[in-house]
């Protein structure tokens, strides 16, 4: 895949059409803490609550279509120094380096855009293996296994943390 094709912007409202057939998909979902969108209505409330309004939520864009998101959530007060990342890709775009791209991308304009943050940090099911090789392939550590500790779709499961530091080189 061609990098220069690959960008992050802003979510839009205009995007509900490209947002739903990614979101609307169990298989893209199926770690994220937020269900499957099943509507177009539900699709543009997420859209105007949720992504828009949200500290630093992009779309990942292929051609500036809208195929996945990245969100990075600074903590407040003296939590401040580190963020949680999250992210998602419509499947049929899955092992072809998107994400890869999309997430130095990200780390790149983060830690210019909020001064004291030092750390970005993911949390990954232990059976999320596509995952774990995506943030290892962008030079997050995984520091360890945090037992029972999300709960996700009904169930508390087991999860990696990863983690990624300012100081950490962005391999090319």
């Not at 979902?29 to 699709?43: D, F």
């Not at 520091?143 to 779709?153: A, D, P, S, T, V």
Request: glycine share 8%.
């Amino acid at each position: 895949m061609e990098s220069s094709r690959i960008s992050l912007r802003p979510f839009k409202l205009s995007d509900v059409e490209d947002f739903m057939s990614w979101a609307g998909d169990d298989r893209v979902t199926r770690y994220l803490r937020w269900n499957t969108i099943t509507s177009r209505e539900e699709a543009f409330k997420y859209l105007k609550e949720v992504a828009i309004p949200h500290p630093w939520r992009r779309s990942i864009c292929l051609d500036d279509r809208s195929i996945g998101y990245i969100s990075v959530k600074p903590e407040s007060g003296d939590d401040r120094c580190r963020a949680h990342i999250g992210y998602a890709l419509g499947w049929e775009y899955w092992g072809q380096g998107i994400v890869t791209v999309a997430l130095k991308m990200a780390l790149s304009i983060v830690f210019k855009e909020f001064q004291d943050l030092v750390r970005v940090q993911a949390l990954v099911e232990v059976e999320n293996k596509g995952s774990q090789r995506v943030l290892e392939k962008v030079g997050f550590l995984k520091e360890g296994l945090l037992r029972k500790y999300g709960f996700n779709k009904g169930e508390v499961r087991d999860m990696f943390i990863y983690g990624f530091l300012s100081t950490d080189p962005i391999p090319d």
